[in-house]
């Protein structure tokens, strides 16, 4: 499976943690090192909800005033195209092709054990 993110994202940083302490073996990709291409974006978007992807709770979203663009789903995978940090982390695609964004630590139980 891979988990994509970055280092120091707090979801991030909980996930792998989870991942590590199960002994449960992954392969992740950095955002900063590695940007989702738009395929890989339309990808997960086939699997989940664009509003499931898009961080409007993150700096970037607020650093680049997206709210007042009042964005439709088109423009919302745009931007995720060109700017990585506005996916909501970490993306896990597991081995069976199922996509999950965010960390939960209950639904990571549940699906990890």
């Given at each position: 499976?891979?988990?994509?993110?970055?280092?120091?994202?707090?979801?991030?940083?909980?996930?792998?943690?989870?991942?590590?302490?199960?002994?449960?073996?992954?392969?992740?990709?950095?955002?900063?090192?590695?940007?989702?291409?738009?395929?890989?974006?339309?990808?997960?978007?086939?699997?989940?909800?664009?509003?499931?992807?898009?961080?409007?709770?993150?700096?970037k979203?607020?650093?680049?005033?997206?709210?007042?663009?009042?964005?439709?789903?088109?423009?919302k995978?745009?931007?995720?195209?060109?700017?990585?940090?506005?996916?909501?982390?970490?993306?896990?695609?597991l081995d069976?092709?199922e996509?999950?964004?965010?960390?939960?630590?209950d639904?990571?139980?549940?699906?990890?054990?």
């Amino acid at each position: 499976m891979k988990v994509y993110g970055i280092k120091t994202c707090g979801s991030v940083k909980k996930a792998l943690k989870f991942l590590d302490e199960r002994g449960i073996k992954y392969e992740f990709v950095d955002f900063k090192k590695t940007p989702a291409t738009c395929d890989k974006i339309e990808e997960w978007l086939k699997k989940v909800d664009i509003d499931t992807l898009f961080n409007k709770k993150g700096t970037k979203y607020r650093q680049l005033k997206l709210k007042e663009l009042n964005l439709d789903d088109n423009g919302k995978k745009e931007w995720l195209c060109k700017e990585n940090l506005l996916i909501k982390r970490p993306v896990i695609e597991l081995d069976n092709g199922e996509v999950i964004v965010g960390f939960d630590e209950d639904r990571y139980k549940e699906i990890f054990g």
